[in-house]
């Protein structure tokens, strides 16, 4: 492969750079995670994805490749959808509620896999939360899958499932700036399709091409702005959240943009153990689950066939779960 071809293309700057077609943009990205590409070269067309931005078709193809060497798990048998959430983001400002929400659905019996990096380097990852509730992180596919049919709930490093990306991902800590992996992992999908994703970004802009794609991929997901890059809805002002599947996009519940009334009561800090024991304190009963996550919480439920339908979905969670 001409890698300096391909870097003539990309590198010509923002105005003057030229697009990959989504089959060009599939074989490179597969170079890429095998470790074809020789690291002067990788650089140079990470760096110049970075400066002219990815296109649809293009993220279309990395996907494509990269779900193609991704690590699959077996859906647990029934009706329902495993909720697949990524988490790559960590919490430096608030904390990070990603675990309960993963906690919270398997109190419904909803099959969760949660994938990720294990340390934050300065964040509080959901790795490092879990672990307060003694879930550690699996070391193996096989490991996980076991973990999964038996618990329910299964964290996963993202170098078991997709060594390829964690080697994208690692690229940040030499080159200095974010790649085309960092939107890639949170559109990945273990069960090959079969999954309801929870797919978060943190800018409009991001946003809106995770949504082309994923609509482009047929995936089944529900997508809304992320809280410091983390799914989870924030729980002081809800985002919108958007239900893709079958090639459509259904509103669920529109953004908020009114003043607050009242603060929800929240972790007083955002290190593991302070977020961990109230998360104990909101799955015993003894503090509101905020209504945001509440709403997400409902999402979750109709998306993933768990409900009938939406509004059934709510009024489960205003009846059972801890609101």
Same mark, same amino acid.
């Given at each position: 492969?001409?890698?300096?071809?391909?870097?003539?293309?990309?590198?010509?700057?923002?105005?003057?750079?030229?697009?990959?077609?989504?089959?060009?943009?599939?074989?490179?990205?597969?170079?890429?995670?095998?470790?074809?590409?020789?690291?002067?070269?990788?650089?140079?067309?990470?760096?110049?994805?970075?400066?002219?931005?990815?296109?649809?078709?293009?993220?279309?193809?990395?996907?494509?490749?990269?779900?193609?060497?991704?690590?699959?798990?077996?859906?647990?048998?029934?009706?329902?959808?495993?909720?697949?959430?990524?988490?790559?983001?960590?919490?430096?400002?608030?904390?990070?509620?990603?675990?309960?929400?993963?906690?919270?659905?398997?109190?419904?019996?909803?099959?969760?896999?949660v994938h990720g990096l294990i340390?934050?380097?300065?964040?509080?990852?959901?790795?490092?939360?879990?672990?307060?509730?003694?879930?550690?992180?699996?070391?193996?596919?096989?490991?996980?899958?076991?973990?999964? =049919?038996?618990?329910?709930? #299964?964290?996963?490093?993202?170098?078991?499932?997709? $060594?390829? %990306?964690?080697? /994208? &991902? *690692?690229?940040?800590?030499?080159?200095?700036?974010?790649?085309?992996?960092?939107?890639?992992?949170?559109?990945?999908d273990p069960f090959k399709g079969?999954?309801?994703?929870?797919?978060a970004a943190t800018h409009p802009?991001?946003?809106?091409?995770?949504?082309?794609?994923?609509?482009?991929?047929?995936?089944?997901?529900?997508?809304?702005?992320?809280?410091?890059?983390?799914?989870?809805?924030?729980?002081?002002?809800?985002?919108?959240?958007?239900?893709?599947?079958?090639?459509?996009?259904?509103?669920?519940?529109?953004?908020?943009?009114?003043?607050?009334?009242?603060?929800?009561?929240?972790?007083?800090?955002?290190?593991?153990?302070?977020?961990? =024991?109230?998360?104990?304190? #909101?799955?015993?009963?003894?503090?509101?689950?905020? $209504?945001? %996550?509440?709403? /997400? &919480? *409902?999402?979750?439920?109709?998306?993933?066939?768990?409900?009938?339908?939406?509004?059934?979905?709510?009024?489960?969670?205003?009846?059972?779960?801890?609101?």
């Amino acid at each position: 492969m001409n890698y300096a071809h391909f870097i003539r293309e990309l590198g010509r700057g923002s105005e003057g750079a030229r697009n990959l077609s989504l089959e060009d943009a599939q074989q490179l990205y597969g170079a890429m995670l095998d470790g074809g590409v020789p690291e002067l070269e990788l650089g140079a067309i990470a760096i110049a994805l970075r400066v002219k931005c990815e296109t649809v078709d293009e993220m279309i193809g990395f996907l494509a490749a990269s779900n193609e060497r991704l690590y699959a798990l077996r859906c647990p048998p029934g009706r329902v959808r495993p909720v697949v959430i990524p988490t790559y983001n960590g919490a430096r400002k608030g904390a990070n509620l990603t675990p309960l929400l993963a906690l919270l659905l398997r109190r419904f019996a909803i099959p969760v896999l949660v994938h990720g990096l294990i340390e934050g380097y300065g964040r509080v990852t959901t790795a490092q939360i879990f672990r307060e509730f003694g879930l550690l992180p699996s070391a193996s596919q096989s490991q996980a899958q076991q973990s999964l =049919d038996e618990n329910g709930l #299964v964290f996963v490093p993202l170098s078991v499932i997709s $060594p390829g %990306l964690n080697g /994208q &991902l *690692a690229l940040r800590s030499r080159l200095g700036l974010r790649n085309s992996a960092h939107s890639l992992v949170k559109m990945l999908d273990p069960f090959k399709g079969n999954s309801l994703l929870l797919a978060a970004a943190t800018h409009p802009d991001y946003l809106d091409t995770m949504r082309e794609v994923l609509r482009a991929v047929g995936s089944h997901a529900l997508l809304l702005r992320g809280t410091e890059g983390e799914p989870f809805a924030n729980p002081k002002r809800r985002p919108r959240i958007e239900h893709l599947h079958d090639g459509v996009c259904d509103m669920l519940f529109e953004a908020e943009h009114d003043s607050l009334k009242t603060l929800p009561h929240l972790p007083e800090d955002c290190d593991a153990k302070t977020t961990a =024991d109230w998360m104990r304190r #909101v799955l015993s009963g003894e503090l509101t689950l905020p $209504p945001p %996550l509440a709403n /997400q &919480l *409902a999402c979750c439920l109709y998306a993933s066939g768990y409900a009938d339908d939406f509004n059934q979905a709510k009024a489960i969670v205003a009846v059972e779960a801890v609101v």
